[in-house]
């Protein structure tokens, strides 16, 4: 039997699992201060990566950089290329009580760019080539009784769209806000999120992209004082899907959740990056992403990184990634990178464990009478299901259940 | 009442040196209401049979017969086995990442019965159980064995065997790592199932000691993938007094390992 999924801490240098990779092992532990109590010698911080809305700054990846080695860069060209959004490439729809919706904001008119800045090729041709960005505002105090959705509809594979949506909580506002993408296309999607003072933010982005949507994005959050952001990938659809969770704080005693649920099967890559910047003081920080993994040449990445800066005194925060392999050929690529700057903190751990769903277990629960079909969505319900209640959008966690399972039932065939 | 048949059966296994054939002929009658001890020295394949009578795939049967009332056990597979009533309380239990027990025992139980048990009931029923067995009301939330000691692995075992009422259980060593409380527990546990007087039991061992509360009908000797000697439970105190020496001749290769057992 292989190793299962355990919820112990930091995993990391434990042996890695018959038929795994985990790259990046030993450029975590370089990063990582165990001890939490002292400052470590940072190779290449997080803090030093580029950003920049000159598309000029930003080269083709060549699949060797750092943030691009776990990507299938070479098939991307059409996403990494300069280029505007083919006509209807991908049709935008927004349901939100009325004023929501503000007038678009050109390049350069705030709040657009206060809180993003392209921090990677694909981001930065999105942000070039749109002129004219969503602007949803969720006013002050605000408590719509229904999330407020988004919906981008790909109008077919390999068409160019670009997308840049600026979403702003006013202070002590409540609100859910869904961007969901279906159909097929080429996206690249940047999202900038501004959380107001005391405001309740939760973002989910779903991807139920068709078989062969490619979909690069980059979503920034600011969160600030008292403020709680959340923030839930669901990244079932596409081919290739590669988001990018970024959040950093504007005022104290804020609170970010980084979640993710992810389902890749055969030939599919879905690929998560997260990133905590503790730029400010007593905030807190907690990241989980997991994912299931079957048939061949699936494959996932989960990037965490956590960065605690000198000032950030009583910061707590907290990663996790787990991943559940049900068959053979797959391939989860786990990586936490833990900065810490200062020993004055609360916590902060990291964790990470790809577990796999064996023979044994499968024999187990069918020992019990469970039929195999059963067992196995048993299994993967319960693992992912962590997440999926985190979303209270009944509607929503129903409909990402079915879609859950038919993911498995498609891969049973 | 019901009887468990195995008839002469013969089981192999596959492994890096090629096939090794493990059981060589085993016969056993089991009907509901008895209570058989099987007992053998290690590597006997005592875990073998138990695990082939429940029917896991990578035990191969070459030859002879297991029925459940004339049914043909080995025609079924693992699941349906475990609806027709056989029940294996393993001696490894496995642990089951992301589903609680809450969920696994409400879906086995659903399965087993063939529609899902009244919520009311059920629910009280899970925490008697779980109360009688002293196993603690948090376990429901954590997932399948996840991290629970091998006393606790055990226990929940037990559990699972009072709450889905098989036909015939087979305890592959369920004493084996419980301390003296937890084993009078468990026992409490296996006699409860076994008052009801629709189970038949199949225990496997290694100690006289969980004989004195689970009183067996019948005693086997298990040595060398064969029965060597069967009798009442006086059989059972001899061996712990003359291990199993004296089979060594009777079945080869047996190994008289039965004293040092950890
Ligand atoms: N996968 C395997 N590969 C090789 N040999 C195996 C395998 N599984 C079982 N065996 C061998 O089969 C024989 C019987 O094993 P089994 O587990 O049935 O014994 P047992 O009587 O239950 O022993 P114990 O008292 O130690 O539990 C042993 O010699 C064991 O090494
Ligand atoms: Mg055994």
């Known amino acids: 039997m292989t190793a299962e999924i355990t919820t112990e801490k930091a995993r990391i240098g434990a042996p890695s699992i018959a038929g795994f990779t985990e790259e990046g092992e030993g450029l975590v532990s370089a990063k990582v201060d165990h001890s939490h109590n002292h400052g470590v010698t940072v190779m290449s911080s997080r803090a030093e990566r580029l950003t920049s809305f000159d ?3 930003f080269a083709l990846p060549t699949g060797r950089e750092e943030e691009w080695r ?36 050109a390049q350069g008119a705030a709040p657009r760019g206060t809180v993003l800045t392209p921090a990677d090729r694909a981001a930065v041709v999105a942000s070039a080539n749109t002129d004219e960005a969503l602007h949803v505002v969720i006013p002050a105090d605000a408590e719509p009784a229904e999330p407020v959705r988004i919906l981008v509809d790909g109008a077919g594979a390999g068409r160019r769209s670009n997308a840049h949506f600026v979403l702003e909580a006013g202070a002590n506002s409540r609100s859910v806000v869904i961007v969901e993408h279906t159909g097929a296309a080429d996206h690249n999607g940047n999202l900038e999120v501004i959380v107001g003072d005391g405001a309740h933010l939760t973002v989910i982005s779903v991807q139920l992209w068709e078989d062969d949507a490619r979909h690069l994005g980059q979503h920034d959050a600011q969160v600030g004082k008292d403020a709680v952001y959340k923030h839930i990938a669901v990244s079932l659809g596409g081919s ?17 959740e980084l979640l993710g649920l992810y389902f890749a099967d055969a030939g599919q890559h879905l690929e998560h990056r997260s990133f905590v910047d503790h730029n400010v003081a007593n905030c807190k920080s907690n990241v989980l992403y997991k994912g299931a993994l079957q048939g061949k040449n699936a494959h996932t990445v989960w990037v965490g990184d956590v960065l605690i800066q000198k000032q950030a005194l009583g910061t707590d925060s907290y990663e996790k990634n787990q991943n559940l392999v049900l068959t053979d050929g797959c391939r989860a690529d786990s990586v936490p990178n833990l900065e810490i700057e ?54 929503l966690e129903e409909r990402l259940t079915a879609e859950v399972e038919r993911e498995l039932v498609a891969n049973e065939n | 009442m019901s009887t468990l048949e195995i008839k002469d059966l013969h089981v192999s296994i596959d492994t890096e040196q090629g096939t090794k054939e493990i059981l060589k002929g085993v016969s056993l009658t089991i009907r509901t209401g008895e209570t058989h001890a099987i007992m053998g020295p290690n590597g006997s394949g005592k875990s ?10 990578r035990y191969n049967v070459t030859g002879g017969t297991i029925t459940l009332d004339g049914e043909d056990v080995l025609a079924m597979s693992v699941d349906e086995r475990a609806r027709a009533g056989v029940f294996l309380a393993m001696q490894y239990p496995v642990e089951v990442p992301g589903v609680t027990m809450t969920n696994f025992l409400r879906t086995a139980k659903t399965a087993i019965d063939g529609e899902a048990p009244k919520l009311r009931t059920w ?65 409490e546990g296996v006699n409860r199932a076994h008052a009801t007087g629709n189970m038949g039991t199949l225990l496997i061992t290694h100690y006289t000691r969980i004989l004195r509360y689970i009183k067996p009908d019948f005693v086997h000797v298990f040595v060398n993938g064969q029965v060597v000697e069967e009798g009442g439970p006086e059989l059972a105190d001899r061996l712990e007094e003359e291990g199993y020496d004296r089979y060594a001749g009777a079945a080869g290769t047996a190994t008289a390992a039965a004293a040092v057992q950890a």
Do not use: W
């Open chain 1, 342 to 395: 200062t020993g004055l903190i609360e916590g902060a751990g990291h964790a990470s464990s790809t577990g796999r769903f064996d023979d044994e277990h499968l024999f187990y629960l069918m020992a019990r009478g469970i039929p195999e079909d059963v067992a196995r969505r048993l299994v993967v319900r319960g693992f992912l299901n962590e997440i999926i209640q985190q979303i209270k959008v009944p509607a």
């Open chain 2, 48 to 57: 073998t049979l138990a695990s082939t009578i429940a029917g896991h795939p």
């Open chain 1, 70 to 105: 776990f990507t299938p860069v070479r098939g991307l060209a059409n996403l990494f290329s300069d280029a505007g959004t083919d006509e209807a490439a991908a049709a935008l729809t927004v349901e939100a009580p009325e004023g929501y919706v503000r007038s678009a904001l």
């Open chain 1, 240 to 256: 290739v899907v590669r988001l990018n969770s970024n959040v950093r704080f504007s005022g104290e005693g804020a609170e970010a």
């Open chain 2, 123 to 187: 629910t009280k029923d899970v925490k008697d159980a779980m109360q009688q067995l002293r196993i603690d009301a948090d376990f429901a939330q954590r997932n399948v064995n996840e991290g629970f000691s091998g006393g606790e692995k055990k226990r929940v075992e037990i559990l699972q065997l009072e709450l889905f009422k098989p036909k015939f259980a087979v305890l592959d060593e369920t004493d084996s790592g419980l301390d003296v409380d937890a084993l009078k527990v468990v026992s």
């Open chain 1, 55 to 57: 598309v000029a700054d």
